[in-house]
């Protein structure tokens, strides 16, 4: 009698599994097209196109221009939510034109920077710009000076990323007030950005004028970095870039 019940359990087993195979083989496709799936799909779909509709038309009509669709922008944002990309969102129109017009900037300067990292880069440069009190035409032409928004530059000195900053000589600063925990951090395109503009606000500070600061930041001789980022900063204002934001 026992044999017989775990006979039956065990063929009724079988002929379960097998009829599972038979469906997913036959209708696998008609199932990944259910309507399940669809409304899946369409919901998917529809949260994309809030987050685009919340960005000031100078993003959407930036990405456009380099060939990047709006959506792709959303999508990766929503896969990477730690990103500083996810700061877009929150920055009123004008801040969103200062990040358009640093992308599109970043791209013309370094064609090998594709148009994510480039959004990424600009949208770090506003936000600690802001959090470290550091004039954005400042940073944005400090970054430039430095590698030509490469975030993974390095100079034969040991100086790393968007910002060429030495870990050996700033790590202990970048751990405890930037979040970076070690030198690989600095090809990171945002923690690059945001250890440079972090220095960049002590040296501020400590010095009291910028050309000096400046002068501390490259540690050599200031006169040609000075002219260097000076120009730079009159050549971002000229793409269109507010000074004064």
Request: proline share 4%; aromatic share 8%; net charge positive.
């Amino acid at each position: 009698m026992i044999r017989r019940l775990l006979r039956d359990f065990i063929l009724a087993i079988v002929m379960v599994c097998a009829a599972f195979v038979l469906v997913h083989t036959l209708l696998g496709e008609s199932l990944d097209n259910s309507p399940v799936n669809a409304v899946s799909e369409w919901s998917r779909d529809r949260a994309v196109a809030d987050r685009v509709s919340q960005l000031d038309g100078t993003v959407t009509a930036t990405l456009r221009v380099m060939d990047f669709e709006p959506e792709a922008l959303v999508e990766w944002q929503r896969e990477n939510p730690e990103s500083v990309l996810r700061r877009l969102w929150s920055m009123d129109p004008a801040n969103q034109k200062n990040a358009s017009v640093i992308a599109l900037y970043i791209l013309h300067q370094n064609r090998n920077v594709d148009p994510l990292t480039a959004w990424r880069e600009a949208v770090s440069f506003v936000h600690y710009s802001h959090k470290y009190d550091v004039p954005l035409t400042l940073a944005v032409a400090v970054g430039n000076t430095e590698s030509h928004f490469d975030p993974k530059a390095r100079s034969s000195y040991g100086a790393a990323g968007v910002m060429q900053v030495v870990w050996r000589v700033h790590s202990h600063l970048l751990m405890a007030h930037a979040g970076l925990k070690t030198e690989g951090d600095l090809y990171h395109p945002e923690k690059g950005v945001s250890a440079g503009v972090l220095l960049l606000s002590r040296y501020m500070k400590a010095c009291g004028n910028t050309k000096r600061a400046l002068g501390r930041y490259c540690g050599g001789g200031v006169e040609r970095y000075w002219a260097k980022v000076n120009r730079g900063m009159k050549q971002v204002v000229s793409y269109g870039l507010n000074p004064e934001i």
